[in-house]
């Protein structure tokens, strides 16, 4: 199973980007898709979740900027991010958790101000 992450980049504050984490091989006992990320000199912190059934949570800083989906048919899980800001540059990982965990290596997002 490979994971791997693609769209980040550099944006200027108040602009978007979509990030996509497409997933090679099959996972077994998937119970949720998340995006996660973090920031130099801080922990890893959740941004948005997506349950099998297809309910969503998000960070409270994210929540109505960020939108995260799915493609089932392309294995692919997105996280939609509008409305950018400085505090939002990090890297992002994208991980499946199931029977157990995959993540992906990550992929940078910088929000210049």
């Known amino acids: 199973v490979q994971i791997v992450e693609f769209g980040g980049g550099l944006v200027e504050s108040g602009g978007f980007l979509r990030l996509s984490c497409a997933v090679s091989g099959r996972i077994f006992g998937i119970y949720d898709r998340a995006w996660y990320r973090q920031a130099p000199g801080k922990q890893r912190e959740l941004v948005a979740l997506?349950?099998?059934?297809?309910?969503?949570n998000y960070a409270a800083s994210v929540k109505g900027r960020f939108t995260i989906s799915r493609d089932n048919a392309k294995n692919t899980v997105y996280l939609q991010m509008n409305s950018l800001k400085p505090k939002d540059t990090a890297v992002y990982y994208c991980?499946?958790?199931?029977?157990?965990?995959?993540w992906g290596q990550g992929t940078q997002v910088t929000v210049s101000s």
């Open positions: 997506m349950t099998n059934s297809g309910n969503t």
């Open positions: 991980t499946y958790r199931g029977a157990a965990d995959y």
